[in-house]
């Protein structure tokens, strides 16, 4: 089953048995093997049990708190690994060094190569859309990345990059309901930012567990700068799976109508846009049915999910800074 998302205002998440169980007004919403599960999150307000607190923690589970719209709150995991050897390499490797530099440079590259992918196999799938001056922008910031040795100099380039793939994101939304005229991010002020943001949320949740499981500190990152409680590293390896995993949920969502604007709320004061209850369901449905579909991984040439590439990347990263492979390679994928 993988990641439990519950969203259930006022919830009682227990234990019974060898289950995690889910209670609203004393009925059993959700019962699930604890077996299945490598995730929790809870959106909004919820009674956690000590029990099951206790037992995720055995289990190596981890438990997001996120607010109802997927603002995140905090996190709850076990004790981090005991592999002190990667965390040594992660430290060692901080600042302008050959290996930062160099992971920085995969960061970007997969990213954007993804973003012009996306692009290409819209551009051919839609008759008489013409994307070509936007991938163009997006291939003029990938040319210069591998001669780049300079950390801020290659932020501009993902900045770019992404500006480029931003500016005709709205050429990707066949549904005219829906407008984009640019990332806003917080609050998010209209339905298609409100969805990037709440699927992003969501993958933080994913990478950062899977960097945790490898045995780095989040918090220290290479592209994005320190910063009290932010998870950099987290954010760093999330960079070539935001077109791949969130984007593409967005716009298969969007586009297919399995969204329509009557499933989004907007705050009447600060003009904030998301998710109604049964519009989170369904988001929550697409983006876990993502998460667990299957390709070729083009380094290991055989078949994972996505939630397995998670920890797959962040074990190349740990391979790289411990001397074990010359170079990182971002997922790219045709």
Same mark, same amino acid.
């Not at 993804?114 to 008759?127: F, P, T």
């Not at 945790?212 to 994005?224: A, K, T």
């Given at each position: ?6 969203? @259930? ?9 060898? /289950? ?23 959106? &909004? ?13 055995? /289990? ?13 709150? &905090? ?14 390499? !992660? ?7 050959? @290996?930062?530099?160099? #992971? ?11 973003? /012009? ?6 551009? /051919? ?14 291939? @003029? ?17 993902? &900045? ?11 050429? #990707? ?34 990478? !950062? ?79 876990? !049915? ?10 290991? &040439? ?13 074990? #190349? ?18």
């Amino acid at each position: 089953m993988g990641t439990v998302y519950i969203t @259930q205002e006022d919830a009682f998440i227990g234990k019974v048995d060898e /289950r995690l169980n889910v209670k609203f007004e004393k009925k059993t919403i959700l019962d699930v093997p604890l077996l299945k599960i490598d995730g929790v999150v809870v959106l &909004g307000r919820a009674t956690v049990s000590p029990a099951i607190i206790s037992e995720l923690l055995e /289990r190596h589970i981890p438990l997001t708190f996120l607010t109802h719209t997927g603002g995140y709150l &905090g996190r709850l995991e076990p004790e981090v690994t005991k592999n002190i050897f990667v965390r040594k390499a !992660q430290w060692q490797a901080a600042g302008e060094s050959p @290996q930062a530099i160099h #992971l920085v440079q995969g960061f970007v590259r997969g990213k954007l190569k993804n973003y /012009r992918q996306i692009l290409l196999r819209r551009q /051919r799938e839609s008759q008489g859309l013409d994307l070509s001056k936007n991938i163009t922008r997006i291939e @003029q910031a990938i040319a210069p990345i591998d001669t780049t040795h300079n950390i801020n100099s290659l932020r501009g380039l993902e &900045g770019a990059g992404s500006a480029a793939y931003f500016g005709c994101f709205s050429e #990707l939304i066949r549904v005219p309901e829906f407008d984009f005229n640019g990332r806003v991010r917080r609050p998010p002020t209209d339905p298609v930012n409100s969805l990037l943001s709440f699927g992003y949320a969501l993958l933080r949740h994913d990478v !950062q567990g899977a960097i945790n499981i490898v045995g780095f500190d989040p918090y220290l990152g290479y592209l994005h700068c320190e910063r009290y409680g932010r998870p950099s590293l987290a954010l760093d390896l999330m960079e070539e799976f935001r077109p791949l995993v969130v984007d593409t949920v967005v716009l298969s969502a969007l586009n297919k109508c399995l969204l329509t604007t009557a499933d989004f709320v907007t705050e009447p004061l600060s003009g904030a846009v998301s998710l109604t209850a049964s519009g989170r369901k369904t988001f929550l449905q697409l983006y876990a !049915q993502k998460k667990l579909s299957e390709f070729k991984h083009p380094v290991f &040439g055989r078949k994972c999910t996505y939630q397995e590439a998670f920890e797959l990347q962040a074990r #190349l990263v740990a391979k790289y800074l411990m001397g074990e492979i010359e170079k990182y390679p971002p997922l790219i994928l045709k």
